[in-house]
Nanobody, 117 residues
Framework: QLQLVESGGGLVQPGGSLRLSCAAAGSSLDRYAVAWFRQAPGKEREGVSCATTRSDVTNYADSVKGRFTISRDNAKNTVYLQMNSLKPEDTAVYYC??????????WGQGTQVTVSS
């Protein structure tokens, strides 16, 4: 049973950077499409970025385009979200998500990102 564990969140000043990691345990991640979502207080969960199994196709929300980069290392069974030029409105709990046709969708437990001076 594949499980996802996020790490890398924290407090950062506006304009700073963070790299989130999502490590998969229990099975291989290479057959799953992956994505990052976030949920700010009082708001609905929203998609941030996604990547196909080989990362040959990636997509980004307009609000993060040009600042965030999704990547994956299938050999390490890990997905990353590099976040640059962070803004206070990026403050949220960030969740890793994995999807494979015919299999149960998977979510990580979330990691808090706070952008504040």
């Amino acid at each position: 049973q594949l499980q996802l564990v996020e790490s890398g969140g924290g407090l950062v000043q506006p304009g700073g950077s963070l790299r989130l990691s999502c490590a998969a345990a229990g099975s291989s991640l290479d057959r799953y499409a992956v994505a990052w979502f976030r949920q700010a207080p009082g708001k609905e969960r929203e998609g941030v970025s996604c990547a196909t199994t080989r990362s040959d196709v990636t997509n980004y929300a307009d609000s993060v385009k040009g600042r965030f980069t999704i990547s994956r290392d299938n050999a390490k069974n890990t997905v990353y979200l590099q976040m640059n030029s962070l803004k206070p409105e990026d403050t949220a709990v960030y969740y890793c998500y994995a999807q494979r046709p015919g299999w149960r969708d998977l979510w990580g437990q979330g990691t808090q990102v706070t952008v504040s001076s």
